[in-house]
Each structure stands twice: as structure tokens, then as C-alpha cells.
């Protein structure tokens, strides 16, 4: 299996608390990608950081990308009780078939 | 409206029935998918449609089919429901020229 790995699988912090979640993948790839879900729902893209970027930020998001190692880092900062969801990184390995390889994601929660 | 939708939202079988999952899109993506999503394990993908007549197998596409009946509609069906086929499905789609996924809202499916 190509699927990558999250760590940690559960994390839980207060309001106000940053939260990093750290994403491992096999293969090259052409970007990679975080996905939001709240429970029990669809996934909701967040951000996007390509093979040839090292770091994105997106409002409180900040994405680092270390092809090197083959990891990815996800920060939220100042968390929110809202923020509680699970949090997937998917990996693009490009070429015609246009695919996304999901990992097992992290569950985030937040406590007011 | 929702630009990703998926009928039934919830659904219970038993062993050996012949099932359809259906999703419908009004984003005109040329590209839908289909997941599936077990505990821990996160989203494994089972069939990908590029176009009407372009239909590939995923990671795990036994005990699968799949109809690509229009741009706008790409239904799942399993032909002989089996117990450890109960998940969440979801349906997702991309256009050509977009990099991420836009998913359903979810099937819950139980086989009994």
C-alpha cells in the first residue's frame, strides 16, 4: 500500500493551543494536499503545497514540506473548539492517472 | 444546493443483496471517484472515472462495479453485499484543470 501515515493519531489541546499534525508519505509526489473532515462527513480541502514548495500559509493554516524525509507538517493556530475534526493528508503522485493517496488521519480535539 | 450529492445517505442490506450507491454533481467535473472509509484506516479509493467511457479499478475494487451513466452521475453498486463491506462511501469529484477533490456528503452502508 502507498497510503502514508499521520502523527499522532489523536490529539487533543486547549482553546488558544497551536496543533501540529505530521504526515509521512512513500512515494515522489507532485504535491500534497490536507483535508478537513467533521464527523462523519464529505472532506473539505484546506491547502495545497506543491513538491517545490517548502511552506504555505493559509489564514491560521501553515503547511511545511519536507521532500527530503518525505514529510509533511500541518499547524493550526490558535485553535478553536470549531477546529475539532480529523485531518487527512493526501498525496499526488502525478502522471496522467490523476489519483490522490489518503493517510489514516488525525482526530483533533479541541476543548473549550 | 449541494455541488456533490450521494443517495441514500444511510442504507442497510444483507448479506448477499445487490446494492447501488448513486452520486450526482453540478461542478461539470469531467473526473469522479469513489472511497471508501473504515475506522482508522482512513480513505481507501475504489473506482475513478476520468470521462463517460474512461473507468479504472482503484486500490481496492473487488466485490465493486461502477456506472459512469453521464458527465454528471457515477453510481457504485455491489453485486453480492458481504458483511465487511459495511463503511462510509463517499463520492468526489475534480476538473481537469483543478488539483483537489470536492466530496460528498457520505453513505453510510451496514450489511448485515
Known amino acids: 500500500s502507498q497510503q502514508g501515515e499521520e502523527d499522532p493519531q489523536a490529539l487533543s489541546i486547549q482553546e488558544g493551543e497551536n496543533a501540529t499534525m505530521n504526515c509521512s508519505y512513500k512515494t515522489s509526489i507532485n504535491n500534497l494536499q490536507w483535508y478537513r473532515q467533521n464527523s462523519g462527513r464529505g472532506l473539505v480541502h484546506l491547502i495545497l503545497i506543491r513538491s517545490n514548495e517548502r511552506e504555505k500559509h493559509s489564514g491560521r493554516l501553515r503547511v511545511t514540506l519536507d521532500t527530503s524525509k518525505k514529510s509533511s507538517s500541518l499547524l493550526i493556530t490558535a485553535s478553536r473548539a470549531a477546529d475539532t475534526a480529523s485531518y487527512f493528508c493526501?498525496?499526488?503522485?502525478?502522471?496522467?492517472?490523476?489519483?490522490?493517496?489518503f493517510g489514516k488521519g488525525t482526530l483533533l480535539t479541541v476543548n473549550p | 444546493d449541494a455541488d456533490v450529492t450521494q443517495t441514500p445517505r444511510n442504507r442497510i442490506t444483507k448479506t448477499g443483496k445487490r446494492i447501488m450507491l448513486e452520486c450526482s454533481q453540478t461542478k461539470g467535473h469531467d473526473r469522479m471517484y469513489w472511497y471508501r472509509q473504515d475506522p482508522g484506516l482512513g480513505l481507501r479509493l475504489i473506482y475513478y472515472?476520468?470521462?463517460?467511457?474512461?473507468?479504472n479499478k482503484g486500490e481496492i475494487s473487488d466485490g465493486y462495479s461502477v456506472s459512469r451513466q453521464a458527465q454528471a452521475k457515477f453510481s457504485l453498486s455491489l453485486e453480492s453485499a458481504i458483511p465487511n463491506q459495511t463503511a462510509l462511501y463517499f463520492c468526489?469529484?475534480?476538473?481537469?484543470?483543478?488539483?483537489?477533490?470536492?466530496f460528498g456528503p457520505g453513505t453510510r452502508l451496514l450489511v448485515l
Open positions: 468526489a469529484t475534480k476538473g481537469a484543470d483543478e488539483e483537489t477533490q470536492y
Open positions: 493526501a498525496q499526488n503522485s502525478g502522471g496522467s492517472n490523476y489519483k490522490l493517496t
Open positions: 472515472s476520468f470521462d463517460v467511457k474512461d473507468i
